[in-house]
């Protein structure tokens, strides 16, 4: 007997049946496209979200141990974080902080001041490409103003806006540009600055700052490189963004577990229907095993004719299911969602290759009972 014939037993059979079997081809296809569907989603929800919260914002920050006190921008310190290959290139930047008042006359507002070099703000705020209104200019006596704070004051580029400074003083700014965090409470409460601003208002040295702010690689390693830091240059405070979001991170968290168990779910219920059809289908064929093995098919291959099957229905399921998914997501990219869907390859392959396994797990009752099948039994029994 040919060494393919268990193939073509297997294929012959689902033949014999086309609507049961497009029917569990479409239940798998259904299941892998919905696995690959919502796990993509939540994936590139968590990164939207993480990049709208912290994505221009500082992961790890070194500060003073005491509230208000300058912290030194050291060679120890610019040594370590040059030398650590978890930071980002390009995003550090030291900086310092100032609180002023604005009044127009009728209204006034709070506006904290953060002063820096723009390439360096660029770094952590991607300042320069968020401005949507102006030039991104950070001269001496330049001013950078949210969008929200802009709208309440009605100011445009060009206009001159004068600022009550901490300890009484003031100044008069030009708005260089308006920009857009994403953040209404940044946008409003918040400006960037030439970096002498605050250093002249505060008094301090040229190696002195509020604060020295770093982003990573790899966000989700900010308490690791924190507590490595802390080890490296004492005597400062080193924050990361994850002490201070734990909010944001059970939610994330929480996230992540529903989308593992919609994914289980979904596996559980193909692995059934593939069993309850191969099951049945034994059954249905158990006359037709039988005379085949009592005309020499051994029980090797008796067994193996379901496996193939499984094998069958689980490929051609897997890769409908893949297609469907993509379509599913390009039509989500046409949504109007705000943000997209970025579905990972490595995650695709592994979800197409989970719906061939399950495929095959669910074919081992079929195939051990038709391997142990006695076909004089059968014949007897018609």
Same mark, same amino acid.
């Given at each position: 007997?040919?060494?393919?014939?268990?193939?073509?037993?297997?294929?012959?059979?689902?033949?014999?049946?086309?609507?049961?079997?497009?029917?569990?081809?479409? /239940?798998?296809?259904?299941?892998?496209?919905?696995?690959?569907?919502?796990?993509?989603?939540?994936?590139?929800?968590?990164?939207?979200?993480?990049?709208?919260?912290?994505?221009?914002?500082?992961?790890?920050?070194?500060?003073?141990?005491?509230?208000?006190?300058?912290?030194?921008?050291?060679?120890?310190?610019?040594?370590?974080?040059?030398?650590?290959?978890?930071?980002?290139?390009?995003?550090?930047?030291?900086?310092?902080?100032?609180?002023?008042?604005?009044?127009?006359?009728?209204?006034?507002?709070?506006?904290?001041?953060?002063?820096?070099?723009?390439?360096?703000?660029?770094?952590?705020?991607?300042?320069?490409?968020?401005?949507?209104?102006?030039?991104?200019?950070?001269?001496?006596?330049?001013?950078?103003? /949210?969008?929200?704070?802009?709208?309440?004051?009605?100011?445009?580029?060009?206009?001159?806006?004068?600022?009550?400074?901490?300890?009484?003083?003031?100044?008069?700014?030009?708005?260089?540009?308006?920009?857009?965090?994403?953040?209404?409470?940044?946008?409003?409460?918040?400006?960037?600055?030439?970096?002498?601003?605050?250093?002249?208002?505060?008094?301090?040295?040229?190696?002195?700052?509020?604060?020295?702010?770093?982003?990573?690689?790899?966000?989700?390693?900010?308490?690791?490189?924190?507590?490595?830091?802390?080890?490296?240059?004492?005597?400062?405070?080193?924050?990361?963004?994850?002490?201070?979001?734990?909010?944001?991170?059970?939610?994330?968290?929480?996230?992540?577990?529903?989308?593992?168990?919609?994914?289980?779910?979904?596996?559980?219920?193909?692995?059934?229907?593939?069993?309850?059809?191969?099951?049945?289908?034994?059954?249905?064929?158990?006359?037709?095993?039988?005379?085949?093995?009592?005309?020499?098919?051994?029980?090797?291959?008796?067994?193996?004719?379901?496996?193939?099957?499984?094998?069958?229905?689980?490929?051609?399921?897997?890769?409908?299911?893949?297609?469907?998914?993509?379509?599913?997501?390009? /039509?989500?990219?046409?949504?109007?969602?705000?943000?997209?869907?970025?579905?990972?390859?490595?995650?695709?392959?592994?979800?197409?290759?989970?719906?061939?396994?399950?495929?095959?797990?669910?074919?081992?009752?079929?195939?051990?009972?038709?391997?142990?099948?006695?076909?004089?039994?059968?014949?007897?029994?018609?």
């Amino acid at each position: 007997m040919s060494r393919m014939l268990s193939l073509r037993i297997a294929w012959r059979f689902l033949r014999s049946a086309p609507v049961q079997s497009l029917l569990i081809i479409s /239940g798998i296809a259904v299941g892998i496209a919905v696995q690959i569907f919502v796990g993509s989603l939540i994936t590139s929800l968590q990164g939207s979200l993480v990049d709208q919260t912290i994505g221009s914002a500082p992961q790890v920050t070194f500060q003073a141990l005491t509230d208000g006190d300058p912290v030194r921008y050291s060679p120890k310190m610019q040594d370590v974080i040059a030398n650590d290959p978890r930071v980002k290139r390009g995003s550090v930047s030291p900086v310092r902080f100032a609180t002023s008042l604005y009044t127009n006359g009728t209204d006034s507002a709070s506006l904290s001041l953060i002063g820096g070099e723009l390439r360096e703000l660029d770094g952590i705020y991607n300042v320069s490409k968020r401005v949507t209104d102006g030039t991104a200019s950070l001269r001496a006596t330049d001013i950078l103003v /949210g969008k929200d704070f802009a709208a309440k004051f009605k100011l445009t580029p060009g206009d001159s806006i004068a600022l009550t400074l901490q300890g009484g003083s003031r100044a008069t700014f030009t708005v260089a540009g308006i920009f857009d965090l994403g953040s209404a409470a940044f946008n409003e409460r918040q400006a960037f600055v030439n970096g002498d601003v605050p250093r002249s208002l505060l008094g301090w040295s040229a190696d002195q700052y509020s604060a020295v702010q770093v982003q990573l690689v790899k966000p989700f390693e900010s308490a690791q490189v924190a507590t490595d830091w802390r080890r490296k240059v004492p005597g400062v405070e080193v924050v990361e963004w994850q002490a201070q979001n734990a909010d944001l991170l059970v939610a994330l968290q929480s996230q992540g577990s529903s989308s593992y168990i919609i994914q289980t779910f979904v596996l559980v219920a193909i692995a059934l229907g593939i069993a309850s059809t191969l099951a049945i289908a034994a059954v249905q064929k158990t006359r037709q095993i039988g005379i085949l093995k009592a005309m020499g098919l051994s029980d090797g291959r008796a067994g193996r004719i379901f496996l193939w099957q499984a094998i069958i229905l689980g490929g051609v399921g897997s890769t409908a299911g893949v297609a469907l998914a993509y379509f599913l997501l390009f /039509g989500f990219s046409f949504s109007g969602a705000s943000f997209s869907i970025q579905p990972k390859l490595s995650f695709v392959l592994l979800s197409a290759g989970v719906g061939i396994g399950v495929a095959l797990a669910s074919s081992i009752f079929p195939t051990r009972r038709t391997s142990k099948l006695d076909p004089i039994e059968v014949i007897q029994n018609g």
